[in-house]
């Protein structure tokens, strides 16, 4: 069989075909060596067929990643673990505004700004230096979800209100205006976004300056990515505002509180210094 003439079915009902190569890159980026790739591939050859969904691919792929490194497994599920950072979309507005302030921003989170018109809750505010910027957060927890025209076009107009009521202090200052998601934009989103000059950050978007590859980039993983911690673990703490496996790694003693027990924690406590360790030559 031809591996990369196989169809597989992604999120969105769409057809999609298997890519050996782009899904060999995408184990790469979890950290995992040659090795380590040739084995998860030959066993998913002996598994994968016609109609299987992407979803079940890439949970077959970090099963089998989480028996040789957790680590590996957890930076390979960090799709899913960006959708389990729900199910409200504060998690995600923190965690967003922890990667700009990794970019040098001094961040505020839900701050309620006054506008020309109204007044106008912002996800995420920033300033550094000159510069001041909006970030709106579009946070989906199911896969295969399209941001469309419909959110710029608002997001723009309240941006517009904030500006005439004087968001920037002086001519000196300047602006950018941002939509964050962790979903996908449509092609009249991105036309819209850029023509009226706002900046967008999707899951792949800019090409090779999306929000995975900030990610990457930062060493900044959501705690969500801890293949050892419980579903019920993990929404804990983020009830508790720990969002980042850095937080966590400094403040450890909230495992503890979130129910985790030896030798459990002795094993999750492992994977997240792996993960600290693997991602701390990009911060």
Known sequence: MNFNQLILTKANGKPEAFSEEKFRHSLARSGAGHAEIDSVIYKIREKIHPGMTTR???????????????SHASRFGLKKAIMELGPSGYPFERFVAALFAHQGFNVEVGQILQGKCVTHEVDVLGRKGKEIMLVECKYHNRAGFTVDVKIPLYIHSRFQDLLENKLLPDTSFHFNGWIATNARFSDDAISYALCRGMKLLGWDFPKNAGLKDWIDESGLYPITCISGLSSAEKKFLLEKEVVLVKELSQNLHWLAKAGVSEPRFSRIRQEIQELIQESAPNQ
């Open 56 to 70: 079940e691919l890439y949970r077959m792929a970090t099963s089998l990643l989480k028996k040789s490194s957790p």
